[in-house]
């Protein structure tokens, strides 16, 4: 009859596929197995399918718990399997009926530590079936070279199931490092167990069917996710520098993988249904760890998929209006958008959501596009009560900038086109600008600010006679605020720096009669 293999089940409240999974392991074309069924405190009818076929078939052996729990398959094959080779066989999933078959023999012609099959992956809402991984020949492999070669093949021993493990081996492997993980504990188990193998097959065949429905736990969120996804990397990480082979090329490729599963963290995220403060809590604490940083670097699809699903979650806060951890935000915003997160502020952040073009400026990030868009608001008087635009353009001006520290909404309309020169470094144009609007003699609103402004300007572009004239000005606004210390040292500062004209001698005289 061959070599005995024990096969495994665990089975919660999956009564409407069960009776398929089962039937295709007593259908099978090689028969000699036991067939250990976990009954995990089921509610819905499953208990009363699982005992019907145990009735009938003396190879199944049912194991029950009163509550759904957390039960280690290992212990359990562990302490009640006793074939040569172990195999497991989601709830959900079925096998075709040769499965066990070729898959046996496979193992036994190459003399094979682990053996994988092909998976067809169907996905229920679609009732549509395809191939999820086949490879066109067979390959057998030893652990180095499975190493050597792993983005090629990592993703068929990725899963429990699929494959065939020799007895012997399971039971001396250290399982701690995977255990207790949210995600990824199959992949990160399963490379526990090829520590151990010396021969590893992966047949050409596609026997095992993969059922996708969004009840599966794969496709529900878990608090625990991304530290999964951290332990996940570290494993394959530390699996190919055992091999010493983790490099250049395959760091960057693992980079990717891990792109890949943050973003399907982030996916299951956004549809969770937990508090806007919530997920924001769980995306600053994403973008802050370090090895985000560290993938971030590697410009790929992957990178843009998590970009495209990190910014969902952003506008899907920003549109609630709800009242959210600012620090948080910001630390979120830093990472997606760092020269334009300064306009997102306490108070104003569902202004994104009614303002397309400023959600479309933060999302690209475009300093440009966000400053002309506030800009334009501001001229236009836009929002005016309920936002603080000026300090939301003031929080995107470059620190030891002319503009730095202005965030007062009317200067900026009183001065849109200065300002706007500013902001462009076009300084020698609104410092000509701002020369016609001070030979006007008109009031200036906040002349103080207006005359420091130019006065920043003069001196970054060495403009002597702007400066001296634009001092000048300050020591008049000083002499008629009553600011007289003020202006004094402004009028020795003037005579100390070799100008003296008419204006001057004026000011000097205003001084003496004032004291």
Not at 241 to 251: S, V
Request: glycine share 4%.
């Amino acid at each position: 009859m061959g070599s005995k293999v024990t096969i495994y089940t665990q089975v919660y409240n999956t009564k409407q596929y069960l009776e398929q999974c089962i039937s295709s392991v007593l259908s099978q074309t090689y028969t000699n197995f036991e067939y250990i069924i976990v009954d995990n405190g089921c509610t819905d009818g499953s208990s009363e399918i699982i005992s019907r076929y145990a009735a009938k078939d003396r190879r199944i052996r049912v194991i029950r718990f009163e509550k759904n729990q957390y039960y280690p398959r290992l212990k359990i094959m562990e302490e009640y399997a006793t074939g040569k080779y172990h195999t497991t066989l989601d709830s959900d999933d079925w096998w075709e009926p040769n499965y066990l078959e070729r898959i046996l023999e496979f193992a036994e012609k190459n003399n094979l530590d682990l053996a994988v099959t092909g998976t067809m992956q169907y996905i229920e809402v679609r009732n549509d079936s395809k191939i999820m991984r086949k490879l066109e020949q067979p390959v057998v492999l030893t652990q180095k070279q499975f190493a050597q070669n792993y983005p090629v093949f990592w993703t068929f021993p990725s899963t429990v199931w699929a494959t065939i493990r020799r007895a012997e081996l399971v039971h001396i492997v250290d399982y701690a490092p995977a255990i207790g993980h949210a995600y990824g504990s199959d992949t990160m188990e399963m490379l526990q167990y090829i520590k151990q193998c010396s021969r590893i097959g992966i047949d050409n065949s596609v026997l095992y069917h993969y059922r996708i429905h969004p009840k599966g736990v794969t496709y529900q969120y878990n608090p625990r996710r991304f530290d999964a996804n951290i332990a996940y990397y570290e494993q394959i990480k530390e699996f190919l520098e055992l091999h010493q082979t983790f490099d250049p090329p395959k760091q960057e490729w693992l980079k990717r993988v891990h792109l890949s599963s943050m973003a399907a963290t982030l996916g299951l995220l956004r549809d969770a249904q937990v508090t806007a403060e919530e997920k924001l809590t769980e995306c600053a604490r994403i973008v802050e760890h370090p090895l985000t940083a560290v993938a971030l670097t590697n410009d790929c699809e992957e990178r843009e998929q998590w970009f495209s699903v990190m910014w969902e979650i952003v506008f899907s806060i920003l549109a609630g209006g709800e009242r959210t951890n600012i620090e948080k935000l910001d630390t979120v915003l830093r990472r997606l958008a760092p020269k334009c997160c300064g306009a997102v502020q306490t108070g104003n952040s569902e202004l994104f959501a009614k303002e397309a073009g400023l959600c479309d400026a933060l999302k690209r990030d475009s300093w440009d596009q966000m400053v002309c868009q506030l800009m334009d608001l501001i001229v236009q008087k836009r929002y005016s009560k309920q936002y603080d635009l000026g300090q939301m353009l003031g929080g995107l001006i470059p620190p030891k900038t002319p503009l730095e520290g202005v965030t007062d909404t009317r200067f900026f309309r009183e001065y849109a086109d200065v300002c706007m020169l500013v902001l462009g470094e076009s300084y020698s144009a609104a410092l000509e600008q701002m020369t016609g609007l001070l030979l006007e003699e008109k009031k200036l609103y906040d002349a103080e600010r207006f005359l420091e402004l130019y006065l920043s300007l003069s001196a970054l572009e060495e403009q002597i006679p702007a400066f001296l004239f634009g001092k000048t000005r300050l020591a008049w606004l000083y002499l008629r605020q009553n600011r007289r210390e003020e202006c004094k040292s402004m009028v020795d500062e003037l005579t100390e720096m070799g100008l003296y004209n008419e204006e001057l001698t004026e000011l000097h005289q205003a001084l003496e009669e004032q004291s």
